[in-house]
């Protein structure tokens, strides 16, 4: 009976191991894979562009403040391409317009677009139709 019991406590320990391996291995799956999201998203940022795209209807270009054009290089290509701006702002006139942000990084600057409705973007993406404003880099906001 000694024995008996002795096995069933035995078997009882073994199996309780076998249980926190189990949740331990799972576990550091679970933060193996958070740690590749993680590093995955740092450099393509592929959860923060759904996001702005589905969630807020925006578009960001991600760029570092180093790559980012001066804001003389900006203010030269909005004055030359003046008549595009204003074909931009004939959208929706008064619920769309172009800025100049050069807050965020110094002596840096890029152009934010923005916009009331998902078709007005739509229209802009259209009217620029490339990743670049003539080679400024831009984003798209839904105000």
């Not at 550091?28 to 959860?47: N, Q």
């Not at 960001?60 to 030359?80: G, M, Q, S």
Request: aromatic share 10%; proline share 3%.
């Amino acid at each position: 009976m000694i024995e008996t019991t002795n096995e069933i406590k035995f078997s009882q320990a073994i199996e309780t191991m076998k249980k926190e391996s189990r949740f331990i291995i799972l576990l550091l799956i679970l933060i193996t894979l958070c740690i590749v999201v993680i590093l995955i998203e740092t450099k393509t940022h592929t959860i923060r562009r759904i996001f702005d795209d589905f969630i807020y209807d925006n578009k960001n270009h991600y760029l570092p403040c180093e790559k980012l054009p001066t804001k003389v290089e900006v203010n030269k290509i909005i004055r030359e391409k003046n008549d595009v701006i204003k074909e931009i702002e004939a959208v929706n006139p008064g619920f769309v317009e172009v800025e100049i942000d050069s807050s965020t990084c110094q002596g840096k600057a890029d152009i934010i677009f923005w916009y009331a409705s998902h078709e007005n973007r739509l229209e802009i993406e259209d009217i620029i139709g490339d990743e670049t404003f003539f080679g400024i880099p831009y984003r798209l906001q839904n105000r």
